[in-house]
């Protein structure tokens, strides 16, 4: 025994003559390529290879962590802050909890706030070119694939699978639904499917009104697609036009 090495019952020690452990090292420590060549911090370790944790295979991992069981009993990995608050874990059974040690049956469980500086993908692998990407279930149900609640959880918006949505309100009979008081300053458009962007409905930011056509033209323009046709749903021809004030019938009864 020395003042640097001491070994009893079995026991190693560096820098200590009392050992309570098969080794106890007073000091950091410098393992693989980096002994004898860099620093170790204090009282802390230095790996140039692989670490193994209650596995003896890490293979190519640089740490490779092995639980002690696969239920949700303890956790593989817990990370705490100086007062022994939880910070992250991994649990035996694969869930994740960030700022949280109880992540229950979520895969990944985060309390408090976060920023993604990148896509995001839910329900899909590639977000490529789309800030937040959602992909349903299905395309045809009746669940959401989008909803979006204020603190009380009432719907502020939703997005059903069958490609319906809802502003204010969750029970949706048609493709849009809006319900509540609003002020749109910009352009508002209802479309079925036609050639060279005709509109079924469109109301513009000046408040003007169309229906058909590519217009509105005037503050009410009502269009049937020729310049003498009948109007069969109101009885109008071409175009209401009342840019003078009073409406003018260009053809009809």
């Known amino acids: 025994t020395n003042p640097d090495i001491s070994i009893r019952n079995g026991n190693l020690g ?3 003559v009392s050992m309570y452990s098969k080794l106890d090292v007073k000091g950091g420590a410098a393992i693989g390529d980096y002994a004898g060549v860099n620093p170790s911090p204090i009282n802390g370790i230095i790996v140039s290879g692989s670490v193994g944790i209650g596995t003896n295979s890490p293979a190519s991992n640089r740490l490779r962590i092995l639980g002690a069981t696969s239920d949700s009993t303890a956790f593989g990995l817990r990370v705490d802050d100086s007062a022994g608050t939880g910070l992250m874990v991994v649990r035996n059974d694969g869930k994740v909890g960030i700022g949280t040690t109880a992540p229950g049956t979520h895969k990944l469980y985060v309390s408090g706030t976060g920023t993604f500086s990148d896509n995001v993908g839910v329900g899909i692998i590639s977000a490529t070119g789309i800030r937040l990407k959602v992909q349903g279930v299905d395309a045809t149900s009746l669940n959401y694939a989008l909803r979006v609640e204020n603190a009380g959880l ?29 002020d749109i300053s910009g352009n508002v458009a209802f479309s079925a499917t036609g050639a060279n962007g005709t509109k079924g409905l469109r109301v513009d930011n000046s408040g003007a009104v169309g229906i058909g056509g590519v217009g509105p033209a005037y503050p009410l323009d009502v269009y049937t697609g020729n310049s003498t046709g009948i109007n069969s749903l109101i009885g109008l021809g071409t175009h209401i036009s009342p840019s003078n004030g009073s409406a003018s019938l260009l053809s009809g009864h």
Not at 158 to 182: C, E, M, P, S, Y
Request: charged share 15%; proline share 3%; hydrophobic share 45%.
């Open 154 to 182: 009432s719907p502020i918006i939703v997005a059903r699978n069958d490609g319906n949505v809802g502003i204010g309100t969750a029970t949706l009979w048609a493709r849009l639904q809006v319900v509540g008081k609003d």
């Open 14 to 16: 560096i820098g200590v």
